[in-house]
């Protein structure tokens, strides 16, 4: 038989153990720690994956973008696709510091003729674009550097749509029935830790 002094630190212990795992969850969710999935309704599925967890102020990190189709019509993707590619598509990574500010902007432009490019053929060129089928995953890697400050960082990256074409370009993809991305995808956040 169990003392009401035991009972009373058994039920005070599940009590302290309830609020902290009601406290991490809220937490994990506020930072996104939670799996989800990407924000994206064309069936593709935007991820990114960190090299590490934990970084040393002003460290390098790798941020790896992974784009799954999860359509059963295949998708095509500029193969160069980066931070500073084309209006064929490109990735771009927002970061937010502890104080929930946005990070100095890692975007870039490039001037492009879009109107001079015929995007069946760049994309499906082996060299210029890359062809997914349903579940395959297409990767890219970009470098960044980190901000000095230490704390919690959110990362959070997009895929962009294919610029402005014209009417005979969306024709000629429409004819070879090529799917491209019209709308930007938006991964789910990754929480890294500078310290």
């Not at 500010?101 to 109107?115: E, K, N, T």
């Not at 082996?126 to 901000?147: A, C, D, T, W």
């Amino acid at each position: 038989m169990k003392s009401p002094a035991l009972k009373q630190t058994i039920v005070s212990r599940v009590a302290v153990g309830g609020c902290v795992l009601a406290v991490v969850l809220s937490i994990c969710s506020f930072f996104g720690e939670m799996p989800a999935a990407s924000g994206c309704d064309e069936g593709v599925d935007l991820q990114i994956t960190t090299d590490k967890r934990l970084y040393p102020q002003g460290a390098t990190i790798h941020v790896q973008f992974l784009v799954k189709n999860t359509d059963e019509t295949p998708l095509y993707l500029f193969s160069a696709i980066g931070q500073c590619s084309s209006p064929l598509g490109w990735f771009s990574l927002r970061m937010r510091d502890p104080h929930n500010q946005q990070v100095r902007s890692f975007a870039c432009a490039v001037d492009y003729l879009m109107d001079q490019v015929d995007p069946v053929q760049e994309l499906t060129d082996s060299k210029y674009g890359v062809r997914l089928e349903k579940n395959e995953i297409f990767g890219r890697v970009q470098e960044y550097k980190l901000p000095k400050e230490k704390g919690l960082y959110r990362l959070q990256a997009d895929l962009g749509q294919v610029g402005y074409l014209t009417d005979e370009q969306n024709d000629a993809l429409s004819k070879h029935h090529m799917r491209i991305l019209h709308h930007t995808c938006s991964s789910p956040t990754v929480v890294i830790e500078v310290k």
